[in-house]
């Protein structure tokens, strides 16, 4: 990344990037938006781009000891996560759609953000990936707190700009989706969730 980028852009750009990468969590802000619309879609996907900016923050202010608490019990946040990644990707591939949910049918949106900034949190690697980013553009332990608290504000920035758009699309989608291409994202996305979840747990305890 060019370094002569101000470092609120600099951040910015980490967090969306960040934020694309496909994984699970990707799949399931997905299978929310097609079941129960963009706000709730949205509201799932600000959830993950508030964990991310929360280990951003660790990483960024250089909380050295929460980091090694956190990181020491990342086998443990992984088995939890990972079974969870499981069990909603079961869930999933069983469940039978009988078309895009009415919004007024979705679930609240505080318990969207909840649940998903919750199962973001159990990997708590993702600070050693920010502080390893963050190192590269140039913020390096004992920045000021105004740099590091401007690279953590951006990098929720960035990630929440990824999610606005990933939602906003899908949810446009949703309602030109019939109930057997749904089934069929139910299966597809649901079997990617339990690798995903399988590999997590493998991950930890190998």
Known sequence: MDLSL???????????????????????VIRRTIAH?????????????????????????????????????????????????VIVGVRTIRSRPTGPAADADRPGLAGGFGSIYALTMTNPLTIVLYAGVFAGIGLVAGSSFVDAAVVTL?????????????????????GRVSTMALLWVNRISGAALVVFGIAAIASVIA
């Open 37 to 85: 619309g963009g706000r709730y879609g949205f509201a799932s996907g600000l959830g993950v781009a508030t964990a991310d900016a929360t280990y951003a923050g660790i990483a960024a202010f250089g909380l050295t000891a929460i980091t090694s608490v956190l990181v020491s019990g990342h086998w443990l946040l992984g088995i939890i996560g990972g079974t969870i990644i």
């Open 154 to 174: 951006a990098a929720w920035l960035g990630s929440t700009a990824w999610w606005l758009i990933l939602c906003s699309v899908v949810a446009w989608a949703r």
């Open 6 to 28: 101000p470092l609120p852009l600099r951040g910015l750009i980490i967090g969306f990037t960040i934020a694309a990468a496909v994984g699970p969590i990707t799949l399931l």
